[in-house]
Every structure is written in structure tokens, then in C-alpha cells.
């Protein structure tokens, strides 16, 4: 009997049934004879054979199989394709397929391979477990160790900052006994132990005060009148020791600051806790657990020294100490900030003095200096030269110890502090000394300020002699351009000319001169009311241009060196020269100002608010507004004594050259186109013009071409009479509404008239030499706006020269913009001009003309009369009124052919000869449809001929008339400048066909 089949785990009797169906159900089905599926299956073993499947096979026909065959191959084939993909896509499944052809040698049983490898299995997980306990106690003592180690370094960091702010304290303390020495007049002397210094200052005697000890005691033996004057080495090392505690207090608030968001960051994390078996948060061993939670969702993930929670302890340690001292730090900050703005006060006081004991230029010395340099000077005396060279090192170590107060208070961030202190100690005695009532009228009378510029060019020019120095380093150290540098990298490309106001740390020019000079201006009323509110325009407009030059100067003036009187040595051999004495004075930093940092400047005090505030005191439109009463007043006076006297009255009220310029380089001829010029002109001159009302002066000046316009307008359409007394006649009513003898009134109003009407009442649209001239004044006028007047107003807003460009702060692409605009302007305001002359020209001048010209044609009627009934011999010449007819036009282009507009042409001439000769030819076809009818009444009746030349009336009469129109025909062509064809004249050639009938009887004249 063969053996029975391996059972598997858990098996019991209850299960064998489900166990044999379970195995039926997966072991294949014996082949089939003629299947075809012989060559791809084992043979089944006889144990299996065995098996109780007889059921199965007897309740299962052939075809059944077969499909369940189909169906379990289909189902191995996927499952198959499934497992080598996913042992294909892992690891240990490439291990696997790689050791796949060994797998037909593994033994059937394998429980039995099972319990063999069971023991390797404890032994491997043991192994594991130990690593992973030792992994864990390493990576605990690594973090232990990284703790101690974290902490080590933030201890010293903190000592060292500890011991920082201890020094600075004591450093500030020896700056407060100096201070206190100072008043008391003991010089630089040492540290006192009084009340000078606070009590934590006391622990760094060691770091700051110490330091100061031996120099102290050296400058007790010296001269001390020279600590008023100058600067000892000393002073110079405890102003950069100063500039020193002003970067502890920046580090120490910074380090503050960012222990601070440190300790918010970790409060508003949450924090992960982790529970043992019994559920409890066990925070000893937070990390560990969290640790092996990871391993055993994961088994690839292991405990790391990255993981570290303990950091956050280091931190709040370190927090928890600087929050101790943080009452300390701030008070350092204060205190350093006071310091440094009481050392610069004093220092800015020794540079006046020091500036006011300089000799004049022959080197005459005052007594004082004398005495403060006696020490320093040799048996037999110092000269002049040895002083000067002395007084520059005192100079120049003065500014070095500006420079580091100046640092120390940009470090702090009180900038504020030290502009302040500059517009207070530097330059508001300057501005006390010199700004009152009495220097303001110097040299005018009271109220009209003529006195401003000169007033304001000293104060600007005594500041930059006493304080230039200090201002050029200023600048030097802290303008830096934010177009041209951004992270530190230069940007492509040249800015613009206009260079953006950057922010400054600490802004003298700004801040420290021009704030308290216009906070000063306008603080007294009396002096804010006669310069912003004076109340006369000229007087207004000279305060403004004053202020608005000294404004536009400002940065210019003030960082521009003095003038030196130095020697023309080698700069090289004079820099070894002084290092061999000991003077190192020109190692120092040297601030270079170029144009670039004068536009920077400029443009940070056009950027002030101040300035804006400044501005906002100009009441200017009620300058314009005087100005244009005055423009405005010129223009009426001069067209209503135009309307009153005529065209030709002179009326000019301005300079005699101003007026002969005008006359000879424009050409007017009539006096009101000249006194129009004039007021356009000086609404430019410098006098009036004020840029920023640029927009209502171009406003005006349309404003008044177009009034002048508007007048020219009305009496070209016969709106206007001239020669009439407008004032006279209002004033006679005025009489008469205040109650006097209506007789009284008439009296004066007739003589007043007599007085001043010199001309009858008259249009002067009805008199062509009127009209001729002012269409000529107005061509000129057309070309002076769009030209010389352009040119003038383009000069004064945009400057060509390099200094009155420079005042207008504007960059070449906005002054080319402008340009533009103006010039829009200008032509579009003179745009009306050209339609009048066109008007003048085609229409009024030709009228007047062609109706003088028709007048004389009444008298072709008296030609039949000359010869009817007369017995008169046949005519020979042309009748005299012929010369008459275009006399008028001859004697006008004769006149005015020099001041004809280019524009017209010879197109009026034309249109008044053909509108002439229009109405001549209608004349003689009337005067020839008369002879006919003449005719044809007497034909009847027997006539009587004349003996002489044999003609009848009619002939005679129409030999007169072609003789005229031939004589009228020459005196076209003159007018018309010879020989032409003039067929376009119509009523020419119609008179042609009128007279041609007369033509024989001329040449049977001429024959006999």
C-alpha cells in the first residue's frame, strides 16, 4: 500500500473531507489519449493516484474536463506572468529568479526544510535584535555627546558675548568720566570712581577702561590746552572704541532677537509623545520609542544621530540667558547712542573753534593757537608753514574720529540722532547768526528781500568752510547708488541721468543742513510772511528764484572742497614724507565725491519731505495770476487805443532796443503785433518765469495770441468800428447816474471826444492797405510762434548750458519730451493764424479791390452817346476810362507786392482781374445789344452818312469798344507780368467774341 501524503499544519480528522476536495481541486486532471497536452504534464505519482478523487472523476464527462483543463491552464499562464513580474520589480524576487532552475532540487517536504532553517532563523533575529540594541545605546551616546558638545559652544559663545557687553560697559563708563573730566576742565584725564560708570561696568575694567589707563596718565603730563584745540592719540582710539561697542550692541541685539523668534518658532510647534505598553507618555525615552515604532512599520528605517531632539534644550538655554541680559543690552543700546551723539556734539564744537582760531592768509597765527601749539614747537620757533601742517592733522584727526562716531551711530540705526545733533550744534548757530529781518532787506528797501540770495549763498558757503569736511565724509561713507548695485552685483547698463534718491544711514546734507535752514525760514512769521507772502509779484518771484537757486545748488556747494593752498609736490613722495615723520594721516579714508554722488544728493533733498512741505508755502497761482492782470492789462490798453486811433497808432510800451530788435528781426510793422511779441516774451524772462508754473504760462501765452485773434477776427468780419471813443461815452454816463446837468455832461463828453477821436468812424475791413497790413504783421506772427518764440521758450525751460540744466532735474529724455510738448503747443495755439490771412487775402482784399476797380466801368455806357448823332470821326485810341478800371490793382501790388504772404500767391490778382473782366464784358454786351436796338429802329428811316471814313454810328461805336479791349488786354498782361495765355479769363475772351466784328473795320483804318 503506498505511503499516504504529508498532512499539513493543523490538521485534524473533523477536515479531512475539506482537505481531500481541496487537493482534488488542485491537482490536474490525468491526460487525455489524443489531448495533445501529454508532452507538458508529469506523470501524477501513485501515492496521489491513490487519493480519493474517484468521485469527482465519475461526476465530471470528458468535455467538462477539457474545459476545466482550458480554464486551469489559462489561470497558471496569468498567475505565472503575475509572479515573475513581481519577483522581477523587488530585490530578493531578482534573487529568487536567479536561483529559479535550482528550485526542481529542493526536497518535496517542506516542513521538514522548514523546522531545519527554523533554528538559522532565532539565531539571525537574535543577532539583529542585539545590533539593533546596540545601535540604539550608540546613537543615545552620540546624542548625549552632541548635547554636551552644542552646549560647550553656545557657553562660550555666551561668555564671549557676556564678556562683549562687560567691556562695552566699561568702555562706556570710561566715556561718561572723560565727558565728566571734560566739563570740570581736567582734559582727557583717567576714570574717577563716581557715578560716571554703572556698577556693571566696574567688571571690565580689564577689557575698556584699562586700555585708556596709560594714555590717560601721559596726556595729565602734556599741555592740556591743546585738547580744546585738536585731538590726542587717545581720543582718537577710544572714538573708535566707541564705534566698537556700537557693533556689540548691534550683535548682541541681533543675537537677542534671534534667540527670541527662536523660542516663538519652538512654541508654536507642536511636539510628538510617544506611550509605553501600558499607555503612559514616557518622556525619558521619547525618541527611542518613536525610534522603534519606525522599525516596526518599517524595518528599513533605524535610529540616526540626525534625529535629534534635544537641540531645541540647547536653544532654550541659550535664549533663557541672553533674555537675562536682555534689560542690560538694551540699556547698552541707549546708553552707546547717547554717548555717541554727545561725543559728536563735542567733536562738531572743537571743529568750529578750530575753524574760527585759523589765520587769515599771511599766516598770521591768533594768540590762542599759538599757546595750544607752543609744546609741539622747536627752540628757536615754529613758522608758518610747521603751523599750517599742524592744524591740518588736527583737522584731519578730528574728521577720523567724526568717522567713527558717525559709523558707530549708522550701526545702531540712529541716524536720526546724528543729523539732529549736526542741524543743532553745526548748523543752526550758523543760521541764528545770520538770518533777521535787517540782513534779509539789505540792500533794498523794507519787504522786498534783496537781500535773500546773498543771505542764503552765506550760510551755504560758511557751512561747507566750517563743516565740508565732515559732509564729503558723510557722503562718501554711507550714499550708495541702489540702481546701479543690487546684492552687491553692478547692473548692465549706465542709469539715467536722474539718479534714484537712495536711502541713507545717516544723510547730512539733507537732514543736517537743508531741514533746519528752511525749518528756520519758516518758523519766524515775520520773516515766512515777507519771503512766502510778500504780496508783490516781483518781489515774490526774486524770494522764489533766491530759494530755488540755493535749493538747486545745495548738494554742489556744499560737498565741493575748499580751495588749498598746498605746494605742487609729488603726491608719492609727500605720502613717504609724512610716514617717515609719523604722520599717517594720509592713509586715512579718503571720500571721493564725483558728479554722480553731487546727483544723488540733489535728488535725496528734491525726494525730502521737507522739500514737498517747502514747496507747499509758494503760493504761486496767485503770482500767475498777478502776472497774467499784468500781461492782460498791457493787451486791452493796446487794442482799445488801437479801436480808438487806428492800426498805425504806436502803442508799444516796451524798452526802445527791445523794440528795434523786434523791428528789425522779425519785421513787424504795426505796433500792437510788436507789443504782443513783447508781452509773450517776458512772460520768459527771468524775472517772471517760474518753472513750475510752466503749464499756466503757455496756458497764457495762447490765451493772449487768441484774444489778439478774436480782435483781428471782429474787424475783418466789420464787427468793429474804429475811431470811436468807448471811455468817453461811459464816462458821460457815469454823469449822468450821479446826478449832474445832463447839459454839463454833454459838454465834457463832446470835448472829451474832440480830444481824443483824431479819425472819422470807420471799418477798417472796407480798406484793403488795413487789411494788407495786418495779414502781413499776422504771417509774421505766424513764423515768430512757431520759430523765435519756440526757440525762446525752449531755452528757458530746457537750458542747453550744463549748469542751468543742471538746476531743472529733469534727464535728457524728459527735456526732449518737453521740447516736444512745447512745440505741439505753440503750433497748435497758431493754427488760427493762417485762416485769417487766407480770409484777408482771397475774399475782403479782393472784394474792396475788385469793386474799385468795376467803378470806373459806368462810363462804357457813354461811349454809344459819344457817337450817336455826332457826325465824330471814327475812334483811333482807346477811351481814357480804360486806364482807370485796374489802376486800384496796379497801384496795390505795386505797394504791397513785398509783403504779399507766400502762401497767397498771385491767385487773388488773378481772381480780381477775371471778376473785373466778368462784369466789363457784361457791361459791353449791353452797350452792344443797345446799338443793335439802336439799329434796328432806325433802319427804316432814311440815315444820313458821315463823309468821314463812311461808318454809321454802330460801327464807330463798335470800333471804340475793341479798341478798348485791347487796351484793356494790355493792361492784364502787365499786371500779370508779360505775354500769357489768357484764356482762362472768361470775361476777357468774351469780350473778344463781343468786338471781333470790329476788327475789319480797325485793319481797313490802318490800310488807309
Excluded at 515766512?528 to 516781483?538: D, L, R, T, V, Y
Excluded at 537757486?549 to 548738494?555: H, I, K, N, W, Y
Excluded at 579714508?589 to 525726494?607: H, K, M, N, T, W
Amino acid at each position: 500500500m503506498a505511503a499516504a501524503s504529508p498532512r499539513p499544519r493543523g490538521y485534524t480528522p473533523s477536515s479531512q473531507g475539506h482537505y481531500h476536495s481541496a487537493v482534488a481541486s488542485l491537482v490536474p486532471p490525468p491526460p487525455i489519449p489524443g489531448g495533445g497536452n501529454e508532452p507538458h504534464h508529469r506523470a501524477i505519482p501513485a501515492a496521489s493516484a491513490s487519493a480519493p478523487t474517484t468521485d469527482v472523476a465519475t461526476a465530471t464527462t470528458t468535455p467538462q474536463l477539457q474545459n476545466r483543463l482550458a480554464q486551469l491552464r489559462s489561470q497558471s499562464a496569468n498567475l505565472s506572468s503575475e509572479l515573475t513580474k513581481r519577483l522581477a520589480t523587488s530585490r530578493s524576487g531578482q534573487s529568487l529568479l536567479h536561483i529559479g532552475p535550482s528550485l526542481s532540487t529542493l526536497p518535496p517536504d517542506l516542513t521538514s526544510l522548514l523546522e531545519a532553517l527554523s533554528p538559522l532563523a532565532r539565531d539571525v533575529a537574535s543577532f539583529e535584535g542585539a545590533n539593533r540594541a546596540e545601535l540604539k545605546r550608540v546613537v543615545a551616546d552620540g546624542r548625549r555627546v552632541r548635547v554636551l558638545v552644542g552646549r560647550r559652544a553656545h557657553a562660550r559663545e555666551c561668555a564671549e558675548m557676556y564678556a562683549e557687553l562687560v567691556t562695552a560697559e566699561g568702555i562706556l563708563g570710561e566715556d561718561a568720566a572723560r565727558r565728566m573730566a571734560e566739563e570740570h576742565g581736567l582734559g582727557g584725564g583717567g576714570r574717577k570712581d563716581d557715578d560716571g560708570g554703572r556698577g556693571d561696568a566696574n567688571e571690565g575694567k580689564g577689557g575698556g577702561s584699562e586700555r585708556y589707563s596709560s594714555d590717560d596718565d601721559e596726556d595729565q603730563d602734556g599741555d592740556h590746552a591743546n585738547d580744546d584745540d585738536g585731538l590726542d592719540e587717545a581720543e582718537l582710539v577710544h572714538a573708535s572704541s566707541l564705534e566698537r561697542v556700537a557693533f556689540t550692541a548691534l550683535h548682541l541685539l541681533r543675537e537677542l532677537q534671534w534667540s527670541t523668534d527662536e523660542i516663538s518658532a519652538i512654541a508654536m510647534t507642536p511636539k510628538k509623545k510617544a506611550g509605553n505598553s501600558n499607555g503612559d507618555v514616557d518622556r525619558d525615552h521619547d525618541d527611542d520609542d518613536a525610534a522603534d515604532e519606525n522599525y516596526d512599520n518599517n524595518g528599513n528605517l533605524l535610529s540616526s544621530l540626525d534625529d535629534d531632539g534635544n537641540a531645541n534644550g540647547i536653544v532654550m538655554e541659550k535664549s533663557r540667558f541672553l533674555m537675562k541680559l536682555a534689560p542690560r543690552i538694551r540699556r547698552l543700546e541707549s546708553d552707546t547712542s547717547r554717548c555717541l551723539t554727545g561725543r559728536l556734539e563735542g567733536l562738531l564744537a572743537k571743529v568750529r573753534r578750530l575753524t574760527e582760531e585759523k589765520g587769515d592768509e599771511d599766516g598770521v597765527r591768533p594768540a590762542a593757537a599759538q599757546s595750544a601749539t607752543a609744546a609741539a614747537a622747536t627752540t628757536d620757533g615754529e613758522d608758518d608753514d610747521d603751523y599750517r601742517r599742524c592744524r591740518q592733522r588736527r583737522s584731519e584727526a578730528l574728521l577720523v574720529t567724526v568717522g567713527h562716531v558717525l559709523r558707530g551711530l549708522a550701526l545702531l540705526g540712529r541716524g536720526r540722532d546724528a543729523e539732529s545733533a549736526f542741524a543743532r550744534v553745526a548748523v543752526m548757530p550758523v543760521v541764528r547768526s545770520r538770518l533777521n529781518v535787517g540782513r534779509l532787506d539789505m540792500g533794498g528797501s523794507r519787504g522786498e528781500c534783496a537781500g535773500l540770495f546773498s543771505l542764503l549763498d552765506d550760510i551755504a558757503n560758511t557751512v561747507r568752510e566750517i563743516y565740508g569736511g565732515i559732509l564729503r565724509l558723510n557722503e562718501g561713507m554711507f550714499a550708495w547708488d541702489a540702481d546701479n548695485y543690487i546684492g552687491g552685483e553692478e547692473k548692465d547698463g549706465e542709469s539715467g541721468d536722474g539718479a534714484s534718491a537712495s536711502a541713507m544711514a545717516i544723510d547730512l546734507v539733507t537732514c543736517g543742513v537743508w531741514v533746519p535752514v528752511t525749518t528756520a525760514l519758516m518758523a519766524d512769521p515775520g520773516i515766512k510772511m515777507a519771503i512766502f507772502s510778500p504780496g508783490i509779484a516781483n518781489v515774490l518771484q526774486a524770494n522764489y528764484s533766491a530759494l530755488d537757486t540755493f535749493l538747486s545748488e545745495l548738494a554742489s556747494v556744499l560737498l565741493s572742497p575748499l580751495p588749498t593752498t598746498s605746494g605742487g609736490c609729488d603726491g608719492a613722495s609727500s605720502m613717504v614724507e609724512a610716514a617717515r615723520s609719523g604722520d599717517y594721516s594720509r592713509l586715512y579714508f579718503q571720500p571721493v565725491i564725483d558728479c554722480r554722488s553731487i546727483e544723488r544728493a540733489q535728488s535725496r533733498l528734491y525726494a525730502h519731505p521737507a522739500t514737498v512741505e517747502y514747496y507747499k508755502r509758494w503760493n504761486l497761482p496767485i503770482y500767475y495770476q498777478l502776472r497774467f492782470a499784468e500781461f492782460t492789462r498791457r493787451l486791452d490798453d493796446t487794442l482799445r487805443r488801437v479801436r480808438e486811433e487806428g492800426w498805425h497808432t504806436n502803442v508799444y510800451t516796451g524798452d526802445d532796443g527791445d523794440a528795434r530788435a523786434i523791428r528789425d528781426t522779425l519785421g513787424f510793422e504795426l505796433p500792437i503785433f510788436m507789443e504782443l511779441y513783447d508781452v509773450l516774451v517776458s512772460m520768459w524772462r527771468p524775472t517772471v518765469f517760474l518753472r513750475p508754473l510752466t503749464h499756466r504760462f503757455l496756458r497764457g501765452a495762447v490765451q493772449l495770441v487768441g484774444r489778439t485773434l478774436a480782435f483781428v477776427h471782429e474787424g475783418l468780419e466789420g464787427e468793429i468800428e474804429f475811431g470811436r471813443s468807448i471811455g468817453s461815452s461811459s464816462s458821460g454816463c457815469r454823469s449822468d447816474a450821479d446826478g449832474k446837468d445832463k447839459e454839463e455832461g454833454g459838454s465834457e463828453v463832446a470835448t472829451l471826444e474832440t480830444t481824443i477821436v483824431s479819425i472819422p468812424p470807420y471799418r477798417w475791413n472796407e480798406r484793403v492797405e488795413d487789411i494788407a497790413m495786418v495779414s502781413w504783421d499776422l504771417t509774421i506772427l505766424d513764423t515768430a510762434l512757431t520759430h523765435d518764440y519756440l526757440e525762446v521758450i525752449v531755452n528757458t525751460i530746457c537750458p542747453s548750458d550744463e549748469k542751468s540744466r543742471h538746476s531743472t532735474h529733469n534727464s535728457t529724455s524728459e527735456l526732449d519730451e518737453i521740447k516736444l510738448l512745447v512745440s505741439d503747443f505753440v503750433l497748435e495755439s497758431s493754427q488760427g493764424i493762417a485762416p485769417l490771412v487766407l480770409h484777408s487775402w482771397n475774399v475782403l482784399i479782393v472784394k474792396n479791390l475788385t469793386s474799385q476797380c468795376c467803378a470806373p466801368l459806368s462810363a462804357v455806357k457813354g461811349v454809344a452817346a459819344t457817337y450817336r448823332m455826332t457826325n465824330r470821326p471814327p475812334p483811333t485810341l482807346a477811351s481814357p476810362f480804360v486806364a482807370m478800371i485796374l489802376r486800384p490793382l496796379k497801384e496795390f501790388d505795386k505797394s504791397y507786392a513785398s509783403r504779399t504772404p507766400p502762401q497767397i500767391g498771385v491767385d487773388w490778382k488773378r481772381t480780381v482781374i477775371a471778376s473785373v473782366s466778368d462784369k466789363y464784358s457784361l457791361a459791353v454786351e449791353e452797350l452792344i445789344a443797345t446799338v443793335k436796338r439802336t439799329e434796328e429802329a432806325l433802319k427804316g428811316r432814311t440815315t444820313r452818312r458821315t463823309m468821314v471814313g463812311g461808318m454809321s454810328d454802330g460801327e464807330k461805336v463798335k470800333l471804340q469798344l475793341f479798341l478798348d479791349h485791347k487796351e484793356y488786354k494790355r493792361h492784364v498782361e502787365d499786371l500779370l507780368g508779360g505775354a500769357h495765355e489768357l484764356s482762362w479769363i472768361e470775361g476777357l475772351v468774351k469780350l473778344g467774341q463781343l468786338t471781333e466784328e470790329a476788327e475789319e473795320l480797325f485793319l481797313r483804318i490802318e490800310k488807309k
